[in-house]
């Protein structure tokens, strides 16, 4: 690589041609401190360096790119290194570490995989819909973008792609997951500032409130068995229907569970959204509907059991399928959840007490007169679900 010795100045600098090959120029030795070099590109790439001697060994430093470094500011980098070395200090210590830092930092997708294993595996049930999220939409815009590179405008275009392809919602949870990712890494040390903060979600949320008159529960149930729909799914609507339960719960429920002859549903506490077991009492509509399933799925772990292995049915799967026959109820957009909803409002309305109807849905009462009060309510909660299987049962024509 030709070396050329020059005088530094701006006019000489900016009017460079760029050479045939790779050219180093320098300056006259600075008094034995190391040498100030501008290294020069077939492309006319300019860069400064300063060359000089830590240990007994050549060392070269880069000090910046002309003309973001001018020749004033070349000579100023110079003169900082060069007292560095006369404390005894290596100039090029910190941008060493620096780029190591930079070299070792992780990446979003590090970040990705962390998260699922370490964080939302072991503490979320639906752990998987993150997994989802994440790898369909985050990995591939920012996957291999550096974790503390990311800026506010990343996240901000990555779910500004979401809403262009029609899904306010899920840029909404995507936000919502990738701020808890950022988070998660930060609380690790991982990285220091999480960009989702100050972006609002993209999308207004909108308030569950849908709740299927009766006029319409009559309708949903008396065309649900002429749909297209399996079977299973069928009796899984019927069976969240007629419980409350969470679809979840309905969809992952084992048979081991259930205690037929006691008319009794314990969902472990393992599968329960507040993490504690929870007693449902089973009406005669539930168990015709449980019976119903069992004849299906003979020795089957599941009540609802999946037909690829020995797994329960996808809670997408009932979803999908009651959205995709919704022109058969000519009842206005619903969703499983929103069943859930029904039976308990219907519950209210026919004077069981808002209390009896949140020990039914297992909420979580953080009052302090819940620390004290342990009584089950086991038998207002048989009676009003009982109540509200004969209201329906009485009100659907039999096929």
């Known amino acids: 690589m030709p070396i050329k010795i020059e005088k530094f100045t701006d006019r000489f600098v900016a009017n460079m041609k760029p050479p045939a090959k790779r050219t180093v120029y320098v300056e006259p030795n600075a008094y034995g401190h190391g040498t100030l070099g501008l290294r020069v590109s077939p492309a006319g790439t300019k860069s400064w360096i300063f060359t000089y001697y830590q240990d007994g060994r050549v060392r070269v430093m880069t000090l910046g790119r002309y003309p973001k470094v001018t020749v004033a500011g070349a000579h100023a980098e110079l003169g900082r290194a060069i007292e560095a070395l006369q404390h ?163 969809l992952s429920a084992e048979w081991s569970e259930f205690d037929l002859a006691g008319r009794w549903w314990t969902i472990p506490g393992s599968k329960a959204k507040n993490g504690r077991a929870h007693r449902v009492p089973l009406s005669d509509a539930a168990l015709d509907v449980l019976a119903t399933a069992r004849e299906i799925n003979a020795g089957a772990t599941y009540v609802f059991a999946s037909p690829r292995g020995d797994k329960p049915m996808v809670e997408t799967a009932v979803a999908r399928a009651l959205r995709r026959n919704a022109g058969l109820f000519d009842v206005p957009h619903f969703t499983p959840h929103d069943l859930r909803r029904t039976a308990a409002s219907h519950m209210t309305s026919l004077g069981h007490s808002r209390l009896v109807v949140s020990k039914i849905l297992n909420h979580t009462d953080s009052s302090v007169t819940a620390l004290y009060d342990r009584y089950s309510y086991d038998p207002e909660k048989r009676s009003a679900l009982a109540g509200w299987a004969d209201t329906i049962s009485t009100s659907v024509p039999h096929h």
């Not at 780029?99 to 294993?117: F, M, Q, T």
């Not at 920012?142 to 275009?157: I, M, P, S, T, W």
């Not at 149930?221 to 419980?243: C, I, Y």
């Open 88 to 250: 005894g200090h290596d100039p090029a210590s910190k941008t060493v570490a620096a780029n190591k830092r930079r070299r070792s930092a992780p990446r979003v997708a590090d970040l990705i995989d962390g998260y699922l294993e370490m964080w939302a595996k072991p503490r979320k049930r639906s752990w998987k819909e993150d997994q989802r999220m994440l790898n369909v939409d985050v990995r591939p815009m920012l996957g291999d973008k550096r974790a503390e590179a990311v800026a506010r405008r990343d996240v901000v275009a990555l779910l500004d792609g979401i809403l262009e392809r029609g899904a306010p919602i899920a840029a909404n949870r995507t936000l919502a997951v990738v701020r808890k990712m950022f988070n998660w890494a930060i609380s690790r040390d991982l990285m220091q500032h999480n960009p989702c903060l100050g972006i609002a979600a993209p999308a207004p949320a909108r308030r569950r409130e849908r709740v299927l008159t009766m006029t319409e529960v009559r309708t949903f149930l008396d065309v649900l068995p002429t749909t297209r729909m399996s079977r299973q799914s069928q009796l899984a609507l019927q069976l969240l229907l007629v419980t409350a339960q969470r679809c979840g719960e309905v």
